[in-house]
């Protein structure tokens, strides 16, 4: 749409600048004729009546020129408007993109900054953690879209929100603190704590 209006002002200020030029033209042989008229160089009253008559004529024809170029001037007064205030939306808009790139850019900065840290934090913690388990946690995260191990609160499995039936979490409660427990519908290691209900 601005790239129209600019073309459309572009075209009517070079329309408007032709038809000024057309009035000047006009006015300009119409003081010609005017100045050979009052000289008195021309004696014949045939010219002079022709000259008066093309005085005449240049008049009217300059009326009707300037009358076109304030119809061009319009319109392009009009083009202007519309050029400055699409120009002022874009503006506007535009500005809203940066803002939005600017809180974008800072959540990305944020984000691999935390990213990093976490990043740190699970190589400290894998490095404890016996290699079998770490394997059998990455194999479930990447099966699982992600989560491996799932906290098990109030008898419900976090990573598949599936409660478990009494059986199984019978087993999970007999079983040894340090034994690895998995959730039956999802296969996720659980993760127990205070919450479990066990």
């Not at 002002?9 to 009035?23: M, P």
């Not at 009326?63 to 083009?79: F, I, N, Q, T």
Request: proline letters at 2%.
């Amino acid at each position: 749409m601005l790239v129209a209006a600019q073309t459309e002002e572009s075209d009517t200020a070079r329309e408007q600048t032709k038809a000024e030029q057309d009035v000047d033209q006009v006015r300009q042989r119409a003081a010609r004729d005017q100045q050979r008229l009052d000289s008195g160089a021309v004696t014949s009253p045939k010219d002079l009546e022709n000259l008066q008559r093309e005085i005449t004529s240049l008049a009217k024809r300059q009326g009707d020129l300037e009358d076109v170029v304030l119809e061009v001037m319009e319109r392009r007064e009009s083009a202007q408007e519309r050029v400055a205030e699409l120009t002022e939306r874009v503006s506007s808009v535009q500005s809203k993109i940066d803002d939005a790139t600017a809180r974008r850019d800072a959540a990305f900065e944020t984000l691999d900054g935390e990213i990093a840290s976490v990043t740190k934090e699970r190589e400290v913690i894998a490095a404890v953690v016996p290699a079998d388990l770490l394997k059998l946690y990455d194999k479930l995260r990447e099966q699982q879209g992600g989560i491996g191990a799932a906290k098990l609160y109030q008898r419900t499995c976090q990573g598949c929100r599936q409660e478990l039936s009494i059986t199984d979490f019978n087993e999970v409660r007999a079983a040894a603190p340090d034994t690895v427990v998995r959730c039956e519908n999802c296969r996720r290691i659980l993760v127990r704590t205070s919450d479990s209900g066990l």
